[in-house]
């Protein structure tokens, strides 16, 4: 739920340049208390069923001026079901 507020940046064919509201705290939460979710969260999104650019997910840690493990780790589909 941290990461919802991302949705609108990482969704496929999302036109939004930079994360939006709560969506870089969100993230800050998650990669400090429990990073592996994030990796997880790629690799299940599909039974969710919204598409997610991994490519512009690989740029959030960046445009929240965080660090990360690199995308590489989540596997190499360019696109996810989230």
Do not use: D, W
């Not at 709560?22 to 969260?41: D, I, M, N, S």
């Amino acid at each position: 739920m941290n990461m919802v507020a991302c949705l609108t940046y990482v969704s496929g064919g999302s036109s939004v340049t930079k994360p939006e509201g709560t969506c870089c705290a969100g993230l800050k939460t998650l990669l400090r208390t429990r990073a592996e979710c994030l990796c997880q969260g790629l690799k299940s999104s599909s039974h969710l069923g919204i598409v997610l650019s991994v490519t512009k997910a690989a740029t959030l840690p960046a445009a929240c001026s965080l660090s990360s493990p690199s995308i590489s780790n989540y596997g190499r589909n360019s696109t996810f079901q989230l």
